[in-house]
């Protein structure tokens, strides 16, 4: 890991996310009666469980307001869901005063032109490897996986050795 990205990371005590080409891949899909299906991958999941089990609060801010991502969000202990924000800046920033937070002390993952004003303020920014160009320019951390394909998992992984509780996680699995 780059010390930079380290030193960033061991700050972090929340992640923010992005739904929509971050925790699904972004396409839109409706079946038959018109009701908006999304795939989630089950490692970035399991990932969130364990940022939480650590102490690091996961949140939602999107764009669009679906109903699978009430329902993901309620099976995975995620209570700030914000949904519809087309400006995201003012309710990251209520977030931030209700949680009592540094900016810095925050990542968010973000995929599209309409993050980068949430990209530029948190103390560790990310994005999946098909984010936009513009996107992918202006983070700390492009992934190897593509959106909806585990990119959390890979972020989770980031900020849980840098803070340390990878040994410990990895005795859960004798490992």
Same mark, same amino acid.
């Given at each position: 890991?780059?010390?930079?990205?380290?030193? %960033?990371? %061991?700050?972090?005590?929340?992640?923010?996310?992005?739904?929509?080409?971050?925790?699904?891949?972004?396409?839109?899909?409706?079946?038959?009666?018109? $009701?908006?299906?999304?795939?989630?991958?089950?490692?970035?999941?399991?990932?969130? %469980?364990?940022?939480?089990?650590?102490?690091?609060?996961?949140?939602?801010?999107?764009? $669009?307001?679906?109903?699978?991502?009430?329902?993901?969000?309620? !099976?995975?202990?995620?209570?700030?869901?914000?949904?519809?924000?087309?400006?995201?800046?003012?309710?990251?920033? %209520?977030?931030?005063?209700?949680?009592?937070?540094?900016?810095?002390?925050?990542?968010?993952?973000?995929?599209?032109?309409?993050?980068?004003?949430?990209?530029?303020?948190?103390?560790?920014?990310?994005?999946?490897?098909?984010?936009?160009?513009?996107?992918?320019?202006?983070?700390?951390?492009?992934?190897?996986?593509?959106?909806? $394909?585990?990119?959390?998992? !890979?972020?989770?992984?980031?900020?849980?050795?840098?803070?340390?509780?990878?040994?410990?996680?990895?005795?859960?699995?004798?490992?």
């Amino acid at each position: 890991m780059v010390p930079a990205l380290k030193k %960033k990371a %061991k700050e972090i005590r929340a992640l923010v996310l992005d739904v929509d080409g971050v925790l699904s891949d972004g396409r839109i899909t409706y079946d038959s009666a018109g $009701r908006e299906l999304k795939a989630f991958h089950v490692r970035d999941g399991a990932a969130i %469980k364990w940022l939480q089990r650590f102490g690091i609060e996961v949140a939602i801010i999107t764009g $669009r307001t679906s109903g699978p991502v009430r329902v993901r969000a309620r !099976e995975l202990g995620i209570t700030t869901v914000i949904q519809g924000a087309l400006d995201k800046l003012p309710p990251f920033e %209520k977030f931030l005063k209700r949680k009592k937070l540094p900016a810095l002390a925050v990542a968010f993952m973000g995929d599209d032109l309409l993050d980068l004003p949430i990209l530029r303020r948190v103390g560790l920014s990310a994005c999946p490897a098909d984010a936009v160009k513009e996107v992918r320019a202006a983070v700390d951390l492009v992934t190897r996986a593509c959106s909806g $394909r585990g990119a959390v998992r !890979e972020l989770a992984e980031l900020l849980l050795q840098a803070r340390g509780h990878w040994p410990k996680l990895m005795e859960r699995y004798n490992l």
